[in-house]
């Protein structure tokens, strides 16, 4: 059982089966963030997926933010300390008690114009992988937020056990592009073509007459190509590419 208990464990199981059961992002969405501030609760949301394009926030309530609170937020951004923790820290679970006192939180630009006036007086926070568009990696930032009192470790720990899951779900209907043949040289698809039929470095090394070094250089080569981080993916994504 949960620290928050049964009712905190139905919620967290109610996200789980919404993750097992999603087909594609587009009709999860709707129906996850809801489950999500009931998990982790709280009076409002952000889900902001981060691309090379820029990021994508969308809220609960609706309504939560207009655009040029959106804008405002972007332009104060760089000095709140919870925000460098989503975009380029570690992005675990953290409050924003966790980081700084609230009187320092309440000097923010962030907070004067932006979170003050939507009640986010407490905040909890977090980041993860989200899969892949054909412009490359993406991110979620997820933040909830709270008018009356601050999160309790319970939900700390709930929020990081919904990390994990998140990660996969997202990864799982976000997969990264398929590899392209012509994107690989000769060697890399030939090294490729050994690995996928299970032989070591050395191994491929004897067939191609290279080195056991040799090999592993173009299997880093043929990773960043595949945008994989290990040689059972790069196999797999071989596979698939045929």
């Known amino acids: 059982m949960t620290p928050s208990g049964e009712a905190g464990l139905r919620r967290i199981c109610a996200v789980i089966d919404l993750l097992i059961d999603a087909v594609d992002e587009e009709t999860l969405l709707p129906a996850l963030l ?27 309530p609706d309504s939560l933010f207009s655009p040029q609170a959106v804008a405002a937020f972007f332009r104060y951004a760089p000095e709140d300390a919870l925000f460098r923790h989503t975009n380029s820290g570690s992005g675990v679970p953290l409050r924003r008690s966790d980081l700084q006192s609230r009187t320092e939180y309440h000097r923010l630009g962030t907070y004067g114009e932006v979170l003050g006036p939507a009640g986010a007086e407490y905040q909890l926070a977090m980041a993860f992988p989200a899969g892949w568009t054909s412009g490359g990696r993406r991110t979620v930032a997820l933040i909830v937020n709270r008018a009356g009192s601050d999160f309790p ?76 981080h290990s040689r059972v993916a790069a196999a797999a994504a071989w596979r698939s590419a045929g």
Do not use: F, M
């Open 34 to 60: 809801p489950v999500l501030l009931r998990a982790v609760p709280g009076d409002s949301l952000t889900w902001s997926t981060r691309t090379r394009a820029g990021r994508h926030p969308v809220t609960v």
């Open 153 to 228: 470790d319970a939900d700390l720990e709930a929020a990081t056990l919904l990390r994990a899951r998140l990660t996969h779900a997202l990864e799982r209907l976000a997969p990264p592009p398929r590899a392209s043949a012509a994107a690989l040289t000769a060697r890399e698809a030939a090294v490729l073509d050994l690995l996928a039929d299970g032989l070591t470095d050395q191994q491929i090394g004897r067939r191609l007459e290279v080195s056991a070094r040799t090999v592993d250089k173009h299997l880093e080569h043929a990773y960043a190509k595949l945008r994989v």
